[in-house]
Every structure is written in C-alpha cells, then in structure tokens.
C-alpha cells in the first residue's frame, strides 16, 4: 500500500479549505437556498450584515456592510488562489488568520463554543499547517519551482 504524501495531503488541505470559504461566500449570497432552508446559515446578503452586526457589537450597520464585504472579499480571494495553489503560503498564513479572527469575534460576541461547533479553528490550524509545507500537488507554485 502506498502512503499518502505531505505534497497530496497539501492539495487535500488547499481544496477543502479552499471550497470551505467559496461555500460560505455562496451561502451569504443565496446560492445555497433561502434563509431558513435546511443548512443555510444566512441565505442572503442583509442576513449575512446582521450576522457580522453581532459579531462586531461596536459596529455601526454601515460599518458591519463594510466588514463584511471586507471578509467576503477576503475569503474570496484565500478561497480561489488556494484552490489553484498560488502563493500558497502566504494565502494560507491569510487565511489562518481570517479565521482566527472570526474565531475570536464568535467567541466573544457569540460564546466561547461557537468557533468549535463551526470549526473555525480547525480550518485556522489546517491553514497554519498548509503554510509550513513547501509543496503541494498540482499547484502554480510548483511552476516557478
């Protein structure tokens, strides 16, 4: 039997985590169904607002649109350039960090167990480990190497 390698177990970490964000951005734009359907968090942009409104308390609704674009954005781009493996590390270091501070936001705002039963800090650790690797398969990274 032959064993997985870190250069394939990268590539799994780098899909998964990369489909992980696209899905949620999918999810705050409906893409997923309407609010209230069976496993939609948010189903459209306004709830996804109110949802960034509670996890920033401080902030104003024209401050949370503009956080929360700010995330979708974000999640975009680490979601996208994971998947085809471009500047992987510096992605990866990005993306932990994303979700670190969602992580801490939830815990805050929401409670200490929120960012555990969302793997928020699971998919920050899976980063974290994705950004030690110096090579993943099939990756652009790969070509200037």
Do not use: C, H
Request: hydrophobic fraction near 55%.
């Amino acid at each position: 039997m032959r064993k997985i390698g870190t250069t394939q177990a990268g590539f799994v970490l780098r899909i998964v985590l990369g489909i992980t964000m696209l899905s949620a951005v999918a999810d705050r734009f409906g893409l997923w169904g309407a609010p209230g359907a069976l496993g939609v968090a948010w189903g459209n942009w306004d709830n996804f607002i109110i949802y960034t409104q509670t996890l920033n308390s401080f902030a104003s609704k024209s401050l949370a649109e503009v956080l929360g674009a700010l995330a979708t954005f974000f999640e975009i781009l680490f979601g996208l350039f994971l998947i085809i493996g471009f500047k992987t590390r510096y992605i990866a270091l990005g993306t932990a960090g994303l979700m670190l501070l969602f992580a801490f936001s939830m815990a805050v705002s929401v409670s200490i167990k929120a960012p555990f039963d969302y793997s928020v800090l699971t998919s920050a650790a899976a980063a974290l480990l994705l950004s030690s690797l110096d090579k993943t398969y099939l990756a652009l990274d790969n070509r200037s190497q």
